[in-house]
């Protein structure tokens, strides 16, 4: 099992950035990728941005593209989100998950929701206009 916890939300006004984290804990050397993904209300949960765990393989949804940024530090066991220029439309409780393993290989960046195995609790962020 994978835990793992997210911390960073808050409010902030549009034009703004905000750095979230994902710490991860358990076996995370069964961890293949870590993956960020939001959801709205009223709205399904959306993939953001991803990242492999041992190599540096990125993926974004086109939506954030050029504004966020994922990385990681594996010494810490963390992954970051930096999500700049903030849009009210950018509001939603943001998710950390992971995907495990057993079920990739390759150069392959999970970025499906059901390619994760793991997920943490959330953190909210709401931009103001």
């Known amino acids: 099992q994978v835990q793992l916890v997210e911390s960073g939300g808050g409010l902030v006004q549009a034009g703004g950035s905000l750095r979230l984290s994902c710490a991860a804990s358990?076996?995370?050397?069964?961890?293949?990728?870590m993956g960020w993904f939001r959801q709205a209300p009223g709205k399904e949960r959306e993939f953001v941005a991803a990242?492999?765990?041992?190599?540096?393989?990125?993926y974004y949804a086109d939506s954030v593209k050029g504004r966020v940024t994922i990385s990681r530090d594996n010494a810490k066991n963390t992954v970051y989100l930096q999500i700049n220029s903030l849009k009210p439309e950018d509001t939603a409780v943001y998710y950390c998950?992971?995907?495990?393993?057993?079920?990739?290989?390759?150069?392959?960046?999970?970025?499906?929701?059901?390619?994760?195995?793991?997920w943490g609790q959330g953190t909210q962020v709401t931009v103001s206009s």
């Open positions: 990242i492999r765990w041992s190599r540096d393989n990125t």
């Open positions: 998950a992971a995907a495990d393993t057993r079920r990739w290989s390759g150069n392959y960046v999970p970025r499906n929701r059901y390619e994760y195995d793991y």
């Open positions: 358990g076996r995370t050397n069964s961890v293949y990728a």
